[in-house]
């Protein structure tokens, strides 16, 4: 356990040494609790039938020179569950993201992940994600240079909208996995009917997940988490841990560097702890005053017994209280 959080640690400080990204997608710092956001083949991973909201609100109270203020909103939906007859997971995502200014994006994706099982208990899962994304303009929209034909030629709303492709494997074992994904492989490309030489065009997004649980004792666990991304050109790095209580109350934290240090707590509800409610704080460390000192994001979760469609066992849950060294 120890040389695994010594080889944690390593991945941590060889990714450090990265720039601002560039964000084109919505961020969640609830990310963690929600990996078919990022990685396709988490797909159906986790044996249950999951549906989970997110709804975040980046630089609360943000005020703007010209559009006053308003919301950087951000809500995603998901909902994921496993085929145990055929060693598969599906899985569906909705997003809807907004800025003030009136640009913002909408996309729906399916996923689906093959799992092979392999010797020592751990799996490795292979996804697939795809659907639409629909970038969109409003009158109120302002370019930062002048004469950008997009801008001059949306006298009113317009909105344009591309397939969107993602590929992502997962490598899951007892106590820790690792997640490797690529999003927009076919970069979708904008042009909202005007020259080439405006066209918006959605860069890949490389995704690089660790996390691993570490047993303090029966009922106190431990996670450390991380999340790289780059889009080849920019990269940006967060990393925490999350403290986990009987499997029902969580405390954690995290940084994003060049961002904000975040702040995790969350409770489970239920039976079988199906109903998770979780909440974060993001604390602005950097530039603030171009942005607001505060971001909040609030996470619903509800699970549900896998559907026995198709046959296959049940996929084991592991319980820390019953976990025996």
Known sequence: MRKNLQYFTLILLLLANCSVFAQQDAQLSQYMFNPLYINPATAGTDGVM???????????????????????????????MPLNGLH????????????????????????YAYQIGLRNGSILSIGVK????????????????????????????????????????????????LGISLNHVNTPNYSFGVT???????????NITASYDYYLNDEVKVTPTALWRSDFVTSALEGGAIFTYTEKYWLGGSYRLNDAGII??????????????????????VGQTA?????????????????????????????????HQ
């Not at 975040?56 to 919301?71: I, P």
């Not at 996470?299 to 592991?318: M, Q």
């Open 50 to 80: 999951r549906f989970q909201l997110h709804y975040r609100n980046q630089w609360t109270a943000y005020q703007t020179t010209y559009d006053g203020s308003g919301s950087l909103g951000t809500q995603v939906l998901t909902a994921s």
């Open 88 to 111: 598969s997971g599906l899985g569906i995502q909705f997003v809807n993201d907004k800025t003030p200014s009136g640009s913002g994006y909408q996309n729906m994706l399916l996923s």
């Open 264 to 285: 995790i707590a969350g409770l489970s509800m239920l039976k079988d702890n199906s109903l998770r409610l979780g909440y974060s704080l993001d604390l602005t460390t």
């Open 196 to 206: 080439r030489d405006s066209d918006y065009r959605i860069k890949q997004v490389l």
């Open 130 to 177: 795809g659907g639409f994304h629909t970038k969109t303009f409003d009158s109120r929209f302002r370019p930062g240079e002048t004469g950008d034909p997009i801008v001059d030629a949306a006298s009113k709303s317009i909105n344009e909208t591309k397939a969107d492709l993602a590929l992502g494997i997962l490598y899951k074992a007892q106590d820790y996995q």
């Open 291 to 323: 942005k607001s000192p505060t971001s909040h994001e609030v996470l619903i979760s509800y699970a549900l017994p896998a559907p026995k469609l198709f046959g296959g066992k049940k996929t084991p849950v592991r319980t820390p209280r019953f976990r």
